[in-house]
């Protein structure tokens, strides 16, 4: 009798040893099939721009440019370079303490006493056009160069037409 029970006893625990071996949860099943990607990914926003902001990056974009060109012969500033202008000016009403020179250029055809007064005039006319916009008269200096100081060497137009202009530089 004791095999008997004994048999019994058996069955029994291989039938509970089956029925717990088989048994499974989820959570076993995704650790077995594909490894989840538990880290965070956060995306930081800069916060949004003032439109004093971008202006002020437009405008510095826009000062980079220190050459205003002039046709032959002429002292007249288009209305291309106004704009150029109008971003310095800006720049400087905001910046008291700051000094711009404003060197005249020619190219090398004139006797050198007229390419100093074109040169002079080119100088003057784009002060002009700084005052005008608010800039005050001490912080803008003019000098004439005339032909003495070409960008661009040569005896074409395409290094005349680079010689022919008035340049900007900051001091302090």
């Not at 089956?18 to 930081?44: G, I, N």
């Not at 005008?132 to 074409?156: C, F, R, W, Y």
Request: proline content about 3%; aromatic content about 6%.
């Amino acid at each position: 009798m004791s095999f008997v029970k004994l048999g019994k006893g058996l069955v029994i625990l291989a039938s509970a040893t089956f029925l717990f071996a088989c048994a499974s949860t989820d959570d076993a099943e995704s650790v077995d099939s594909t490894p989840v990607d538990t880290t965070v990914t956060e995306t930081v926003t800069p916060p949004a721009k003032t439109p004093e902001q971008l202006a002020e990056e437009a405008n510095t974009a826009t000062r980079a440019a220190r050459t205003i060109y002039f046709a032959l012969d002429d002292d007249t500033v288009t209305a291309d370079s106004r704009a150029l202008l109008e971003a310095h000016a800006w720049y400087l009403t905001q910046n008291s303490n700051t000094v711009i020179t404003v060197d005249g250029h020619c190219d090398e055809r004139g006797t050198p006493a007229y390419n100093l007064a074109l040169g002079e005039r080119r100088a003057k006319a784009i002060a002009q056009i700084l005052m005008l916009n608010g800039v005050s008269a001490s912080q803008i200096k003019t000098v004439s160069h005339g032909e003495e100081m070409p960008a661009a060497m040569g005896h074409d137009e395409s290094a005349w037409s680079k010689n022919r202009r008035g340049e900007l530089s900051y001091e302090g």
